[in-house]
């Protein structure tokens, strides 16, 4: 059963977040530790070059942080972030983000999320810092 609450935790998580679901992002895979989520860029989300706004990326990767970091059972919350923006990403672009846990000790915890257009191009990195709290979800 302990197998099954990275996927337990992301799915009561992704019920309650309106943010991530107007933004269509889809779970593609959930480990303890890890997680990787998808979304397409849409017109409204792009700035006035006609291009994704730097928040589209980084609400991916936020997400992203938010699920590999609680998928372990115990509720965390991100306490620092940063991103640094590398290609551009345009209308119909499926851009995927991997977070992947890079440190973790019983209280702080450190991802780092690469985020990847469809022909497997770096468009982001973005680094979160956790605080894991004493609750666990179940």
């Known amino acids: 059963m302990k197998n099954n609450i990275p996927n337990r935790v992301v799915n009561q998580m992704f019920e309650n977040d309106d943010f991530s679901k107007w933004l269509g992002i889809e779970v593609a895979e959930v480990k303890e530790g890890s997680c990787e989520l998808k979304l397409t860029v ?39 972030t940063s991103i640094s923006h590398t290609k551009q990403c345009l209308i119909g672009d499926v851009i995927t983000a991997k977070a992947v846990e890079k440190s973790m000790t019983n209280k702080i915890a450190i991802y780092e999320i690469i985020i990847t257009n469809q022909q497997e191009e770096i468009v982001a990195l973005f680094k979160g810092t956790v605080y894991r709290t004493s609750k666990d979800w179940f």
């Open 42 to 80: 849409r017109e409204e989300m792009t700035n006035g070059f006609k291009i994704a706004h730097g928040g589209i990326t980084y609400s991916l990767a936020d997400s992203a942080l938010a699920f590999a970091s609680n998928s372990h059972g115990r509720k965390s919350v991100s306490v620092e």
